[in-house]
């Protein structure tokens, strides 16, 4: 028997591919469904299913696709309700990969047909759960993503209780726990770095687990602090209920390479979103007017998520030469399916071009430090509100960038507007995002946080009034 992780780190995602005796299983798979089908040709075995924990918010899962290509199944656990041909399993239903088996544990809580799937070695010992979201690494997941008027938030909390101890605490402490997301992921609030775990770890360490932890208890400390989820996710739950376009036709249209001036009049002909992808440090020395920079090398796909709230938006890429298919991939695991097209040649081909080119002032923290002692600056953090409770430079305002675009109303349309984040990535989205708003006054602290530390600048960790 084989299992293996395979973990995104951009998304925090965990897929999972089981094999036995010539036949493989496919857990939670991402999107882009070709490296499943290969690494199956590989190992000359037949995917007989594909499972799913339940319907991902977060991204959109590549079950449809695959099973279209497989012919393997789609099994989901009891209450779903999907638009598309699967296996609705009941409770405690096994499946036989090889000499393997997996057992369908009914955990609702996260959403109502949220499901842990058991496997059993060929000797039938207990080996892993799949946890999906139900049970992270460090934490649980959030029980106000299927709130509906008849099931609130501490309804679904309640049952997660339930079946955190009904269902997974009873199996034994070497059972190891491979969940659907680690750090980072807006699915929980606190996840470990750590992606797997065995079940007895996560007794002793996670809040959630606590022995003597009484349903009330449970239900408060689960739901306390919960940040609004973001704006794309019941998009990506419509899609993985209902199916998708293929992957295929996707890439497809993404891969139309446009010359600069034809770039130029799509975009105007359009009125699409023109979305940079390159290094910060390169796009504030010269970028297309108007465009939004969202680094291929961060956290892409789920800051494209929080700041692009109309998820049909069309879309115009700039990448780094090369990059073109992993942008357009990368956008279509979170379900932003409408790339139009790409610049040919990047925005080096733009400036050979002769087009207009704009600009972002970024200074150093050092140089920043100076002309702090000199006046009365607006200085604004858009690190996230932990990040700015911490510790944070006196009479900055904290403006996230998860909640920029209802927040415009905070920056100076006069005074200039320093901004900053922990260390480069996030400040020039948003200094971004105020250029093309109309924003001209705009400086990024290169370095962020990280670099003004260092500096004589004073700081504080008393918590000032905090925008949301």
């Not at 349309?413 to 020039?428: E, L």
């Not at 006054?441 to 990280?450: C, E, L, Q, R, Y």
């Amino acid at each position: 028997m084989k299992v293996e992780q395979i973990y995104t780190g951009c998304l925090a995602q965990g897929a999972y591919y089981v094999e036995s005796d010539g036949e493989a299983a496919i857990i939670d798979p991402l999107r882009e469904i070709q490296p499943y089908i290969e690494k199956a040709e590989r190992e000359g075995v037949k995917i007989k299913y594909v499972f799913e924990t339940h319907f991902h918010a977060d991204f959109v899962s590549g079950h449809v696709d695959l099973s279209k290509e497989t012919g393997a199944p789609i099994v989901f656990g009891p209450n779903a309700a999907p638009g598309f041909d699967a296996i609705i399993a009941e409770d405690n239903q096994e499946f036989k990969i090889g000499a393997a088996t997996i057992k369908v544990l009914h955990t609702p809580g996260h959403t109502m047909e949220s499901t842990t799937y058991l496997l059993k070695d060929e000797s039938g010992k207990d080996y892993c759960i799949f946890s999906g979201d139900t049970l992270f690494i460090g934490d649980v997941g959030r029980p106000d993503l299927a709130q509906k008027s008849n099931i609130t938030t501490d309804d679904l909390a309640g049952f997660l209780y339930d079946s955190l101890r009904n269902k997974i605490m009873p199996l034994a402490d070497d059972v190891i726990v491979y969940p659907a997301h680690g750090a980072g992921s807006a699915c929980g609030k606190n996840m470990s770095k750590e992606t797997f775990a065995t079940l007895g770890n996560q007794k002793q360490f996670n809040y959630a687990l606590r022995a003597d932890m009484t349903k009330e208890e449970f239900v408060k400390e689960v739901t306390d602090g919960l940040l609004p989820p973001p704006m794309y996710f019941p998009e990506n739950v419509r899609m993985n209920k209902e199916g998708y376009e293929s992957i295929g036709k996707v890439l497809e249209r993404g891969a139309t390479a446009l010359a600069p001036a034809d770039f130029e009049d799509v975009a105007n002909a359009t009125g699409a979103l023109v979305l940079d992808t390159r290094k910060p440090a390169e796009f504030v020395n010269g970028f297309v007017p108007r465009s939004i920079n969202i680094g291929l090398d961060g956290n892409f796909a789920p800051w494209v998520g929080a700041l692009i709230t109309d998820i049909k938006q069309e879309l115009l890429l700039i990448t780094d030469e090369g990059r073109e298919e992993e942008a357009v991939t990368r956008l279509a695991r979170v379900g932003y399916d409408n790339t139009i097209g790409y610049l040919k040649g990047g925005f080096n081909a733009w400036k050979a071009a002769g087009k207009e080119v704009d600009k972002i002032k970024s200074i150093s923290a050092e140089e920043f430090a100076k002309t702090y002692k000199e006046s009365e600056l607006k200085v604004f953090d858009v690190r996230k509100t932990s990040e700015f409770e911490a510790e944070h430079i006196e009479n900055a305002e904290n403006v996230p960038l998860d909640y920029i675009n209802e927040n415009m109303a905070a920056f100076s349309t006069g005074d200039t507007n320093y901004i900053h984040c922990a260390g480069g990535y996030r400040s020039v989205i948003a200094a971004s995002i105020l250029k093309a708003r109309g924003f001209d006054n705009v400086v990024d602290v290169a370095g962020g946080f990280k670099a003004i530390s260092e500096t004589s600048i004073p700081k504080t960790d008393f918590v000032c009034p905090t925008k949301k």
